[in-house]
């Protein structure tokens, strides 16, 4: 699909200047870039229970399995379900059970999606909804966006499962550049990062997109892509649900040229 490349670096200066900031103060720059982007989707969630609250839940494996799983996880950053799958099938201790909670995809009834136009966002009415969300809800950018022709593009996004370090930084820049990722952001959450692209592609183009990241695990998470394949978007957080939870924040600005 034909969109407006950024061909033009002048709006980097506002974008560097997001560096440090909560990831909201994107939005506007986002829309600056892409002149075509007629309105933007959130959406407040209620948070569903993680696979580790489920199998607790299910009787789960056993304690030494468990034990040895949130190791790795805690040690290595091996996705806790890696680790509690690898380790029962080696033992010969994985039911079938297991493996029908982790394929759970909830329709999420518990969530509401509000669109805000181009005018709304730049505005700032959005930040109603940021700064208070439903009770018990958290809320999230989708990457679909509509398109003043009526047409629907994607922001690309990723959800990373690396620590923090310069090392994980300069991977991951090797990474975008492989799944050709042109200029986009690189957001800071408490764990790990996550990626905003800044190129917008079509529907088609971000299940290529995600699926070229696939061949990339166990850098980037996978069951995040699963869920997003199987949504049709992918998405972000902008605000936890609780107020302990840190705000994710705009770590680097990335392009093209990066050296």
């Known amino acids: 699909m034909k969109t407006n490349r950024m061909t033009v670096l002048d709006p980097l200066h506002t974008l560097n200047d997001c560096v440090g900031k909560p990831a909201r103060v994107l939005l506007p720059c986002i829309l600056d870039l892409h002149h075509e982007i007629a309105a933007i989707t959130f959406v407040a969630y209620r948070p569903a229970p993680n696979l580790a609250e489920r199998l607790e839940e299910d009787g789960g494996p056993s304690r030494e399995i468990l034990h040895c799983a949130e190791d790795l996880h805690n040690r290595y950053g091996v996705g806790f379900w890696d680790s509690i799958l690898n380790i029962g099938l ?12 982790a394929l759970i995809h909830d329709a999420a009834p518990d969530e509401r999606e509000y669109r805000f136009t181009r005018s709304e966002v730049l505005a700032g009415r959005h930040a109603t909804l940021l700064d208070s969300p439903p009770e018990g809800y958290g809320v999230a ?51 790990s990062y996550h990626y905003y692209g800044l190129d917008l592609v079509s529907e088609r183009g971000l299940t290529t997109f995600l699926a070229r990241a696939l061949l990339a695990a166990p850098i980037v998470d996978a069951r995040y892509i699963g869920h997003r394949l199987l949504d049709g978007a992918c998405r972000l957080r902008l605000v936890a649900v609780s107020s302990k939870g840190d705000a994710p924040v705009v770590h680097e600005i990335l392009n093209a040229h990066h050296s």
């Open 90 to 101: 080696r033992r010969g201790e994985l039911g079938s059970r297991f493996v029908e909670l």
């Open 141 to 191: 950018i989708s990457s679909r966006v509509h398109l003043e022709d009526g047409s629907i593009a994607h922001l690309p996004m990723l959800d990373f499962r690396c620590p923090h370090s310069a090392g994980a930084i300069a991977m991951l820049r090797s990474a975008l550049a492989a799944m050709g990722q042109g200029q986009g952001v690189l957001v800071r959450s408490p764990r």
